[in-house]
């Protein structure tokens, strides 16, 4: 009998050794930085088991099936707890596409052009906070292209959330109960720049004397016409140790207000499963959580490409499972050969409904795809997974300059104690408001006081 040199358990046992020595280091038959930097394919870097869904199940699931509860047993190690248990009790399904190899379908261009550029430049300083090699903040791309530490991963997290230089996103938001009502449906934008770290937009890396700041970041809402202009506004310091500033606009007021600067765990509106804590799983200062350890290592199923719908000229995604057929988005999920789970604890905040955050990062380019937080009980409370995906599909594109826009899609946020979910989509339109990246416009129409009182007067 010949048994091959990479069998299935071969990458398992890999992991497991590499964590026996406390070693970090992505990729199996060689490390993954170096297949990037040599071709940007990650092909080369992993065995069959881990770059097909037909070779890890052993014919069990193919490229294009549905994983149901007929056939998720065969995956089960592949999910986070909560979707497994959605899928078997809920009636969620996943579609299944093939992996994705090439690096750069896997983010912005310019971001992973950045990151390959400036490997080896990125170091914590003093205080904990990422700066460039002359000590200055960072320059550009992902710090950390080859983690060797839970740190470094919600580090490059927390400085680049989207990954552009700036973004808008035109959001549509259903929260439906656990007997499958839309007790809420809500429309309206999200908006980030960052003034460092800049890669696309002029002035670049730093935006002239706003070297201090991290980024600007709002949120607001045009439908229901009850909470229309309610808006927040967050402006971060690069000092990762400081709470953002934190204001609202509430048209009943008609004024702005400024909240709390640690009020990170409140729901955004009514019926939410949101807070500003959640935003990309890293929505605090890197610094106010801590204990950042990794805790396990190894191949996941996640929503990384064939997430837009190019097919609905508003993008809008369809939906499946729960007792009214509406619970949750159609997903197309991949293997992705290497996930690295990270958990964190919230250490500067003594009220905080949570004890820890669980995350999934891709080891093939750092994005957060899958987040479970558990309450002070030990107990798990909510989840998280998302869909990105390059916006190019059957012949269609929506481009970001030279180059196809990638970014999130949709994402499904579970209260698991409450058996609510939240479903938020990224469309192409809201009233005037498109999405797109790096239009130096985002700022004076989104990301000031001003803005925020244009907005609710609109």
Do not use: C
């Amino acid at each position: 009998m010949h048994i091959g040199r990479y069998d299935r358990g071969y990458s398992r046992r890999k992991f497991l050794a590499d964590a026996a020595r406390g070693v970090l280091s992505t990729g199996v038959l060689m490390p993954l930085s170096k297949a990037i930097a040599d071709t940007g394919d990650i092909a080369t870097a992993y065995p069959a088991e881990l770059l097909s869904i037909e070779a890890y199940t052993k014919g069990r699931i193919k490229t294009g099936d549905f994983i149901t509860d007929r056939n998720v047993e065969a995956v089960k190690d592949l999910l986070e707890p909560i979707r497994y248990r959605q899928i078997v009790e809920q009636g969620r399904k996943l579609k299944v596409a093939a992996t994705t190899t090439d690096v750069m379908k896997t983010s912005p261009w310019e971001y992973i052009e950045a990151t390959l550029a400036n490997a080896g430049k990125a170091r914590f300083d003093a205080k904990g906070n990422v700066v460039n090699a002359d000590g200055k903040p960072w320059i550009g791309g992902d710090p950390f292209p080859d983690p060797k530490s839970g740190v470094e991963l919600f580090a490059a997290q927390t400085l680049s959330w989207g990954r552009h230089d700036a973004s808008f996103y035109a959001i549509n938001v259903n929260e439906v109960d656990q007997d499958g009502a839309v007790r809420f449906a809500y429309s309206g934008g999200w908006a980030e720049l960052s003034p460092v770290a800049r890669v696309v937009m002029e002035p670049k890396p730093y935006w002239p004397g706003r070297e201090n700041l991290l980024r600007y970041q709002s949120v607001f809402f045009t439908k229901p016409f009850t909470f229309k202009g309610t808006s927040f506004l967050s402006i971060w310091d690069y000092d990762h140790s400081t709470f953002p500033s934190l204001y609202t606009y509430v048209p009943e007021f008609r004024r702005i207000r400024q909240l709390p600067s640690d009020q990170r765990f409140e729901p955004l509106l009514p019926g939410s499963s949101l807070y500003l804590s959640d935003a990309w799983a890293a929505g605090d200062p890197l610094l106010t959580w801590g204990n950042y350890q990794i805790v396990g290592r190894g191949p996941f199923l996640a929503g990384m490409s064939n997430g837009w719908n190019a097919g609905h000229p508003n993008w809008e995604h369809k939906t499946h499972g729960g007792p009214k057929g509406n619970t949750f988005w159609d997903t197309t999920v991949e293997l992705v050969p290497e996930a690295i789970i990270v958990e964190a604890e919230p250490v500067k905040f003594p009220r905080a409904p949570i004890s820890k955050k669980r995350v999934w990062f891709d080891a093939r380019n750092q994005v957060v795809v899958g987040m479970v937080t558990y309450d002070r009980q030990g107990k798990p409370f909510r989840s998280f997974d998302g869909v990105y995906s390059l916006y190019e599909s059957n012949g269609k594109r929506h481009m970001d300059g030279k180059h196809p826009y990638w970014s999130w899609t949709h994402v499904t946020a579970s209260n698991i104690q409450s058996g609510s979910v939240t479903r938020l989509e990224q469309v192409k339109a809201l009233e005037d408001h498109r999405s797109g990246a790096n239009d130096p416009g985002i700022y004076d129409r989104y990301l000031t006081q001003a803005a925020l009182l244009r907005l609710g007067s609109a």
